[in-house]
Structures are given as C-alpha cells and as structure tokens.
C-alpha cells in the first residue's frame, strides 16, 4: 500500500494551484491541546482600559437574532453579547453561567437555578420569565413570528419550561436525553420584554446579558460592540469573573485569506481564524503574531448517495474509501493538521469504537471490489463540494482517476447545493459537520439515522435506526458505550461515507493578545481577552 509518486505530485499540484471551515460539569473526553498553548495568568488582566480588539472573520454572518441560525461564525459574534444557561471551556468542559446550578431529579426532568444580580444591557433584570420565554421560542412550532427555529433541532426532547418558583425553572423532556447540558451552550438567553417589544427587529438590534452590547454595524460588514460595564461577570469557572478587559470589540468580515493575514501581520486586526495550512509558516515567521492550533470537532467526510447506481452496490462505496489516500492527503494539504479517522466518529469524542481501522490506501483491492460489482470498466461521478472544499475534492477525484472511475469536481453555493443534496438529486458530495459536544449523538443522528435533517447520502438502516434511538435515551455511560460501538461497526461496514479526516482549528493573534487560545468548538470568546 505504498503511495505511488505521480500521486503525491498532483496532491503537491491541487495545493499550489488551489490554495491562493454528559452529565454535570465533566466532558465526554478533552480534546487534545498543543503542549505550547498556555493561556497567560487571567488575574494578569487588566480591567477598564481603553483599548480595542479588532477579529477578523472569514465569512459574513446570518442574523444577530440567537435563535434563528444555524453556523458557528454567526455564534462567535452572538454568544459576545448573549449569554446562555451554561457555556463550554475552550477545552470542551461544561461549566454553569447565568445557570449557578442544576439538578437531574429524573431522567426527563431537569432544574436550573438562576444566578442573582443578572442583567440586560438595558439595566433589566434577566428573570426565570426570560429563560421560559427564550426556550419556549425555539422549541415551538412557528413561535417566531410564525416561523419556527432552525435551532429547535439542538434542543432534542425538550418539551416544555416551567417557571418552578423565582429562580428556578424545570426542563421537561418527552425521554431521557443524556446531552441535553452538551447542547445548552448553543442557547443564549433573550429578554422577553425586549423581543416583544421589537419583534423581528431583534435580528439588526440585538440586546442581550452577554460581556459586550450591541453599537452599531451591519451582518454583511461589520459588527461594533463595546463593554458592558454592569455585566455580572461570566462562568465563576473561567476567570477573570467581572467586565471585559477591553472597552470595544469590532468584528470584520474578511473572507479573503489573504486580507486577513495583511491585516493581522500589519497590526489592523488582532486575531484572525480559519487560517489555512499553508499559511502557518508565513505567520509563525512574524515575530509580531503567534499561531494557535487545538483539535477540531468537524468531521470532513466524502457522503455517497446510496440510492444512486452504482453507488447503491456497498462494494463500489468500500472501493472509494480504499482509492482515496485520506493519509496522503492530510499531509499534503492539510501539510500535517489533521487527524484520518477510521469511522464516523471523531478520534478524540465520547465511545469511540478503537477497534476499527481506516480502510487505508489500496488501490488494487479497490480494483479487485470494482470488479467484483461488475464496474471493471469504471463509471462516471461527479463531486460536488464548496469553493473552500475545493482541493481535497480535486485531490481525490485524481486517486479516483486511478483506478478507472471518472471523476469530476463541481463547486456549488451551498444554500443552493443543501436543498439538492436533502431531495437526492446528487452523487457525491464532500463537506464537513461540527460535533462540539463531541458526543456521537449530534453527528450520527443528523447525519445517518433514516430521512434525519442532515442526512445527505439518503442512507437507511433499521439495525441502525434502532440503535442510535436506544442510545439517545439510555442513562447509563456504558450502555451508550456499546450501542454506539455497534452503531460505528455497522456503518463501518456499510460504508455511506468515505470517512475523512478532522482537521485542527488554527487560528493565529498579535504577539501582544493575552488570555486568549482557540477553542474546540471555533468560537472566539473576548470576554476574558486582553492587550499587552
């Protein structure tokens, strides 16, 4: 199974030309974090200064309104002026926020206890009619103005929130669902008044209990915020507790890579993300910027339509995943920042089956499987990805050459690619999905249980169907452990997927930026983020 060298030519070819996206306070399992990302003494920084930290972001964003998105870059501006029940540590860990505490009485009965002294930026108190209020808008049907919200997904079970007495409010949950706290942080608190009183406005005029307040700006240019000084200070588990260090926070929007690095190493910005591979080593020859990396939590999978010949033949779909060298490819484009995974999991996430291996470059029995579905000749297959995607998908349809399978790449705008993609009309499709809670739930569920939401290989297994619905309810760590690790074995074998890669966040700042390192989920939080 050795790499043929016109194989690593054109992946050396693809990258010059194409590179120029649980119970309690415990984590399923922490990600895995570069020895050298120390984050400086947050008791170090200073409170009340005058100064600004300008982020430059790779895309512009959706809408300011918490509750009507679904995209991590919209989050790491929202979740900078909102602040939800509970948050996630860079690390992955769940620790309380305007929640001070909860309590599990029975498996589908949650109880939160509010903090005391939390207010809106208008100097409202945030009561326990707020936090029904906000949760009651997402899980009801068209309770946005007669629409319903494309968060109410990553609520689950979630039934109903009572008002249990002034500081206590009940989640009620129709079955036990063991990550209800994982998916919390993805929930930012609204005011009830604030919403009513504005209606759908809320989405250009946001007003929330989060470290900074709303200024001015617009969704398809830039964001202006500045300290809330009345804040109540954040989780108690991530210091500093009190108001942001800085007195203004600018989000710009910057999808070029290249403006984005000029602008961070000519000092107009003071942290960028989404920085490619190939960049790192421009960056960390700038002794004004510091690079970051951690492990990611989005799974980059090639998904077949198995109900499209030949791909509806499980033998066609292995020899895929046997033609495409996933290791040869993280080395050469991702040049090393990334991790080939063997299944459907992420390598560092909760109930990973260890047993299985990649499938491994081997063209030969890649031929031999072809042959076998009475494809010797090969057949034609279309690729379809985003212009970001573009290179892996150019790299693979080169292996996929090989072996006599024509292949072509097409670049799609994915609001137009999605709908196609859920109605099985395509082939072939190379993409991502984030699994911040890395939990297998949120990934295997969407993803491959029958006719689910993100479900783009049309892949339908009652075996499987009726695993991942026995592990979304089960209590027991170890019973969940074993339905998934069956769950994986089976999709392993049935191979939906040509399974990828997860590649490493790498996000990079100005030497002078303090308390501050990437996290796991890509949200770039400034609460606690300070200047020299």
Not at 13 to 36: M, R, S, Y
Not at 134 to 153: H, L, V, Y
Not at 331 to 357: C, E, K, M, R, S
Not at 433 to 459: A, E, I
């Amino acid at each position: 199974m050795k790499k043929a060298p016109w194989l690593l030519l054109v992946l050396f070819l693809v990258v010059t030309l194409c590179f120029f996206p649980v119970t309690g306070c415990q984590p399923t399992e922490d990600p895995a974090v570069d020895d050298d990302e120390v984050v400086d003494d947050p008791n170090d920084v200073a409170v009340g200064e005058d100064y600004t930290i300008v982020v430059g972001l790779s895309q512009t964003i959706l809408t300011l309104d918490p509750a009507n998105h679904r995209d991590r870059v919209t989050e790491t501006v929202i979740r900078n002026m909102y602040d939800g029940l509970v948050t996630r540590t860079p690390d992955g860990v769940i620790v309380p926020e305007i929640a001070e505490s909860w309590d599990n009485p029975e498996p589908t009965i949650w109880d939160f206890t509010i903090r005391e002294g939390v207010k809106f930026h208008d100097g409202s108190d945030l009561t326990v009619e707020d936090v029904k209020f906000t949760f009651d808008r997402i899980i009801g049907e068209g309770a946005m103005e007669g629409e319903t919200s494309p968060r109410k997904g990553l609520l689950g079970p979630l039934e109903a929130v009572e008002i249990v007495d002034d500081r206590t409010v009940r989640f009620i949950l129709e079955e036990p669902w063991p990550i209800l706290l994982a998916m919390l942080p993805h929930q930012q608190i609204v005011s009830k008044a604030y919403l009513e009183e504005v209606g759908s406005d809320i989405a250009v005029q946001p007003m929330g209990a989060g470290p900074f307040k709303f200024v001015e700006g617009t969704i398809d240019d830039r964001i202006v915020l500045e300290r809330f000084d009345d804040y109540y200070g954040g989780s108690p588990d991530l210091p500093p507790v009190g108001p942001a260090p800085a007195a203004r926070v600018i989000f710009e929007f910057m999808p070029e890579v290249s403006t984005r690095v000029a602008a961070l190493q000519g000092g107009d910005v003071h942290i960028i993300h989404n920085v490619p591979p190939d960049m790192v080593a421009t960056l960390e020859a700038d002794p004004n910027v510091v690079v970051k990396t951690v492990e990611g939590t989005r799974m980059h999978m090639f998904e077949m339509n198995v109900e499209m010949a030949p791909l509806n033949d499980v033998r066609v779909r292995q020899a895929i995943n046997y033609a495409i060298d996933m290791d040869a490819i993280v080395d050469n484009i991702l040049l090393g920042y990334g991790t080939t995974v063997a299944g459907p999991l992420l390598p560092h996430g909760f109930a990973l089956n260890t047993d299985l291996q990649p499938y491994g470059y081997d063209p030969d029995r890649a031929i031999e499987l072809l042959t076998e579905a009475g494809y010797a000749d090969g057949f034609e297959l279309v690729i379809d990805t985003e212009d970001e995607l573009k290179d892996v998908a150019y790299a693979a349809a080169s292996m996929l050459e090989a072996i006599g399978i024509q292949a072509s790449v097409r670049i799609w705008d994915w609001g137009v690619l999605r709908d196609q993609l859920l109605a099985g009309e395509r082939m072939m499709v190379f993409g991502n999905w984030g699994n911040s809670t890395l939990d297998p739930s949120d990934l295997l569920v969407p993803k491959l249980r029958s006719n689910d939401r993100g479900n783009y290989s049309q892949y339908a297994n009652p075996e499987l169907d009726a695993l991942l619905d026995a592990a979304e309810i089960a209590v027991e760590r170890d019973e969940r452990i074993s339905l998934y690790y069956e769950a994986q074995e089976i999709i392993y074998n049935d191979a939906p997927w040509v399974f990828g890669y997860v590649g490493m966040e790498i996000e990079a700042c100005r030497s002078n930026v303090t308390n501050w390192r990437p996290s796991t989920d890509s949200r770039i939080n400034l609460h606690r983020v300070g200047l020299e």
